[in-house]
């Protein structure tokens, strides 16, 4: 008997806790109405927990010290384990009504980065999505992804692909989640993006974990996240608290001066622009906030009077010419090719030479 009562913690079918106390009353000679005695619980409730009909109170699970000799704390915890057992497979059961839910989203593409477990049971699955999204079930989701009075959730991206799109969202809040940050310092943040622009020179791999750890000290977290098909999310800014805020980015078009030009972009935003605010940066038209992130961009990448003077030197359609006046400024040649490209001062197929692709690990 006593192996057994170990046994009952963690069995792999587990039982309502009268079937157990059912047996221990046979194995004692002790009946129904003889436990009602010595309890002072009603013969009917002793009869009801024996038949599952009911639970085990803290209450009764003392009484049942007293009479029996068995831990309180045995029966609560029997009680806790089969009321638990029943929630899930109430749950489980709810979950293979998700499957359409389950189907409109890349799943697939998710286990493939590893953002997911992969399971053939299909509630196993939804299970795995929901706690992904950190929601109860699909009406949950809807309510927080796909409300349409919310400004970024009505943004032609999300419309297009809301599911795939609130999975990229979602991975980003994931990854500033687990990222510790300071509070936000304005100031502070101000003199971290300055310190960044040597960095532009570097490769991923170099300057990735620098650019979030110099970030999170100012109390902004940088998540830098794969794109996914159909997301045509450049980036998004955000605050997640008053202290924090989050710049996120997708790595879309992963040439070197267009990831820059982004992440000062999304920077500008938290400079300029209020908390409340949520910027998702896509094919969608700009307003007047995205064209002042886009000048602080601009400005921030290659100040306005010297890019004035280079310009009007005249000399600037050269390897030689960018090379040299990138190393004035202390920044990455393929920063001024983008920017002459940008504004037409030459081809878009001139100079991509000294571009490079970044790549990620993911």
């Known amino acids: 008997m006593a192996n057994r009562i170990v046994n009952e913690y963690n069995p792999e079918n587990i039982t309502h806790p009268g079937e157990t106390l059912n047996d221990i009353l046979k194995e004692r000679g002790m009946s129904q109405l003889e436990l009602s005695v010595r309890t002072g619980r009603p013969k009917t409730k002793i009869n009801e927990i024996i038949k599952g009909k009911i639970s085990i109170t803290p209450e009764t699970a003392i009484q049942l010290e007293n009479v029996l000799g068995i831990p309180a704390d045995f029966w609560n915890t029997r009680q806790k384990k089969y009321d638990e057992n029943i929630a899930k497979k109430e749950a489980a059961e709810r979950m293979k009504e998700y499957s359409q839910w389950l189907k409109s989203m890349p799943v697939n593409e998710m286990v493939k980065l590893g953002w997911l477990k992969k399971f053939d049971d299909v509630a196993l699955q939804a299970w795995e999505l929901l706690k992904y999204f950190g929601v109860n079930s699909p009406s949950e989701w809807k309510n927080i992804w796909d409300c349409n009075d919310i400004a970024y959730r009505q943004s032609f991206c999300f419309k297009k692909n809301p599911e795939a799109t609130s999975v990229w969202l979602r991975k980003g809040e994931i990854e500033a989640q687990n990222l510790r940050c300071s509070r936000f310092d304005k100031q502070r943040f101000s003199s971290v993006l300055k310190t960044l622009l040597p960095m532009t020179k570097l490769n991923p791999e170099e300057f990735e974990s620098k650019v979030i750890d110099l970030c999170a000290e100012s109390g902004v977290a940088v998540a830098f996240v794969p794109p996914l098909k159909g997301v045509t999310v450049y980036g998004i800014t955000r605050w997640l608290t008053p202290e924090k805020a989050l710049i996120q980015l997708s790595l879309r078009g992963k040439f070197e001066d267009i990831f820059w030009f982004t992440f000062f972009h999304e920077a500008g935003h938290i400079l300029l622009h209020g908390k409340k605010d949520i910027f998702i940066e896509s094919d969608d038209k700009k307003d007047a906030k995205e064209t002042e992130a886009d000048v602080f961009s601009r400005d921030m990448l290659i100040p306005f009077d ?57």
């Open 306 to 362: 010297k890019w004035q003077n280079f310009i009007q030197s005249g000399n600037y359609k050269t390897k030689k010419a960018v090379s040299g006046f990138a190393a004035e400024l202390g920044i990455s040649p393929a920063i001024v090719v983008g920017r002459l490209q940008h504004e037409k001062f030459i081809g878009f197929s001139h100079l991509n030479d000294m571009k490079r692709k970044y790549d990620f690990a993911e």
